[in-house]
């Protein structure tokens, strides 16, 4: 049963690099992301594009992030809006704070007000797509380069934000392609787009060891929780079992997708 209601999350939630073409039984459209607080709403992966926090929905286009009362939820009322520049792709609830990924860079956002996020500071990169997870003090930070992206950087950026008003670089390591990705205690998940998955222990975050690669996948975006891990590819869902302990991974299932 809980891999049921696992599949059910991830069915409503798509990633940047997924449109409105994918299909399984039905059109699947929009970036969402939901609060993994919050068991009634569910878990989001780390290239979505709005999330649930409480009484509030905090949703990212290109340029802005704006807030949604939605206690009223046949009413939902626009509380803000903010400008955040260019570029803008992903949100990643954390604690009392949202992490903006943008091409330019990584924007830190307070809750305290909840209906008016306030800035604390950005942690600024060369150009490229950038989806963002966090995990007690470190964000991670994947950079891609290519067409959509401007960029030719491709890698992993980890920035300490102990001090959310003072990002700073902690370390960098090299990728092929990289997209989507999650964090659970000391496993990494990254998406390599068509170079396939990979499993990193982050024990030492100044020597992450990879301890899986799978090769032979596409991957888009990643969401681990308690030891079941859905990969969202380009031919369908994947589910992995994993033991961050051990860190062991294998393949339990998949539900493919047909492109329209």
Known sequence: M????????????????????LSIGGNISGDVQFNSESSSTGIGGSMARFTIKGEYLYTVDSDNLKTFDIKERKNPEIKSEVSLGWGVETIFPYGENLFIGAQSGMHIYSLENKEEPLWLSTYEHLTSCDPVVVQDDFAFVTLRGGTECFGFNNQLDIVDVSNLKDP???????MINPHGLGIDGNCLFISEGDYGLKMFDITNLEDIKLTKHFEDLSSLDVIPYQGILMVIGGDGFHQYSYDCENTEISYISTIPIERL
Do not use: A, G, P
């Open 168 to 174: 700073k670089l902690f370390k960098t390591y090299d």
């Open 2 to 21: 809980k891999i049921k209601n696992i599949l059910f999350f991830i069915i409503i939630i798509s990633s940047c690099d997924m449109s409105s073409d």
